[in-house]
């Protein structure tokens, strides 16, 4: 009989849901919108009906070994989104609690950036690795980091936030309230705000001059990199930089085999993958120079999110 889980990816806009096998192929998939539902009660409605959809979809036999949800802001000890800024329901949300009276199945919960690390390691680049970083560049940076075969989690569900390390304490507001947080910097929303900079004090000529600020996104500069425009190419090395600068101090907390960057602004590949990799290693101790990989992530182009999700239970089942 085929064992299945159900990886759950929470985002501020759609919640993705993807019936998952120990292999990682997704054998049913659905979707409902996060933002329709301002009600945490209405939205666990609609999700459980999207969830039991979605099992009906499966004609094989099959056993549901657990649902795994990955979320903003999400705490794997408590099972609660605690005041995620980019969702209608504000204060501490207990997820795990209300969806288990519908499903008495095993649940887990934990921020998108974790579930992207644990469906590397099962899934994805990271296979036999038992200490490595995930870096997310979306609109924001994430990371989930592991050590010894566990990501790593704190005293209180909130540990590993690379993204709200300080670069530099006079700089950019970030989301957090805070001043100059990596994420601000290396992001795809840090990355517009650079070019924005970058052209706001130049008369260089430049394929950017001319995109509405509301149009500009790092798929935009990556394309007009790719053309030689010299705007978006120092935009990719002052981003690479202060990434750089930035895992080569994550290097020395923990020491991993290989960092895997995934997300949007990932999808530039070499253009961001060799500069970063080259400042991280002028930056880092001695004592771990040349020994961290630095790649792009195995998921890419795959439903990473779900599969992350989907692959907490598997974690859960093998402790």
């Known amino acids: 009989m085929q064992e299945l889980s159900i990886g759950i990816d929470i985002g501020?806009?759609?919640?993705?849901?993807?019936?998952?096998?120990?292999?990682?192929?997704?054998?049913?998939?659905?979707?409902?919108?996060?933002?329709?539902?301002?009600?945490?009660?209405?939205?666990?409605?609609?999700?459980?009906?999207?969830?039991?959809?979605?099992?009906?979809?499966?004609?094989?036999?099959?056993?549901?070994?657990?649902?795994?949800?990955?979320?903003?802001?999400?705490?794997?000890?408590?099972?609660?989104?605690?005041?995620?800024?980019?969702?209608?329901?504000?204060?501490?949300?207990?997820l795990v609690k209300?969806?288990?009276?519908?499903?008495?199945?095993?649940?887990?919960?934990?921020?998108?950036?974790?579930?992207?690390?644990?469906?590397?390691?099962?899934?994805?680049?990271a296979k036999g690795m038992k200490?490595?970083?995930?870096?997310?560049?979306?609109?924001?940076?994430?990371?989930?980091?592991?050590?010894?075969?566990?990501?790593?989690?704190?005293?209180d569900g909130f540990a590993g936030e690379v993204g709200h390390t300080i670069y530099d304490p006079q700089g950019r507001l970030c989301g957090c309230g805070r001043k100059g947080c990596l994420e601000t910097y290396a992001s795809a929303t840090g990355m517009k705000k650079t070019v924005i900079e970058f052209l706001s004090k130049t008369s260089e000529k430049s394929l950017l001059s001319s995109i509405p600020e509301k149009d500009l996104n790092s798929k935009i500069i990556y394309e007009a990199a790719v053309k030689g425009d010299k705007i978006a190419?120092?935009?990719f090395d002052y981003t690479a930089r202060i990434l750089g600068l930035k895992l080569a101090d994550s290097v020395a907390y923990t020491s991993p085999e290989a960092i895997f960057l995934f997300g949007g602004l990932a999808l530039a590949g070499d253009y961001i993958l060799k500069p970063t990799k080259k400042y991280m290693e002028e930056?880092?101790?001695?004592?771990?120079?040349?020994?961290?990989?630095?790649?792009?992530?195995?998921?890419?182009?795959?439903?990473?999110?779900?599969?992350?999700?989907a692959a907490l239970i598997w974690d859960e089942k093998s402790e």
Request: aromatic share 8%; charged share 15%.
């Open 12 to 94: 501020g806009t759609n919640t993705e849901i993807g019936l998952v096998d120990r292999k990682g192929n997704i054998w049913a998939e659905n979707k409902i919108s996060t933002s329709d539902y301002p009600e945490v009660d209405d939205y666990v409605t609609a999700l459980t009906s999207a969830i039991n959809e979605s099992l009906k979809a499966v004609t094989e036999n099959y056993v549901l070994k657990g649902i795994g949800i990955g979320a903003p802001n999400g705490n794997y000890y408590t099972g609660s989104i605690e005041f995620a800024p980019n969702l209608h329901w504000k204060g501490v949300v207990p």
């Open 98 to 125: 209300l969806l288990n009276q519908n499903f008495h199945v095993n649940m887990a919960l934990t921020n998108d950036a974790n579930a992207a690390a644990m469906g590397e390691m099962i899934y994805g680049a």
């Open 131 to 155: 200490d490595f970083i995930v870096i997310t560049l979306g609109t924001g940076l994430g990371s989930g980091i592991v050590v010894d075969g566990k990501v790593v989690y704190g005293h």
């Open 233 to 235: 190419l120092e935009a």
């Open 283 to 309: 930056n880092i101790l001695q004592i771990f120079k040349n020994k961290v990989k630095l790649e792009i992530s195995g998921l890419m182009g795959k439903n990473a999110a779900v599969l992350g999700a």
